[in-house]
């Protein structure tokens, strides 16, 4: 028997990073994300730049997730979040 708490993967991300990105829409919109053994990659350097990296939400929030995290996509992908080159991000 499972908890509605209990974590169930969402997404596999290219890296680290990208599964905190992730993590980090989704905490937006109330979210939270979980990225397993995250601790023991830290362990192993540079090999964590390469591998997939699971990201977990409690399964009550999982079809809601789904659908930010599709919703962003297709925002990437209309070209919605450019950085231009001149931007100042220097804060």
């Known amino acids: 028997m499972t908890d509605s708490n209990d974590l169930v ?3 596999t991300a290219q890296s680290v ?7 980090g829409i989704l905490a937006d919109h109330g979210i939270p994300g979980h990225v397993p053994g995250e601790n023991a990659m830290d362990e192993w350097g540079a090999a964590q730049r390469s591998m997939a990296v ?3 939400v409690p399964e ?4 809601e997730a789904k ?5 962003k996509k297709a925002e990437i992908a209309a ?4 950085l ?4 100042d ?3």
């Open 89 to 91: 991000v220097s804060e």
């Open 79 to 82: 070209g919605k979040h450019k």
């Open 67 to 71: 659908k930010i995290l599709a919703e």
């Open 54 to 56: 699971r990201v977990e």
């Open 17 to 23: 990073f990208e599964a905190h990105m992730i993590c």
């Open 84 to 87: 231009e080159d001149d931007a």
């Open 60 to 63: 009550s929030r999982l079809e």
């Open 9 to 11: 993967r969402l997404t």
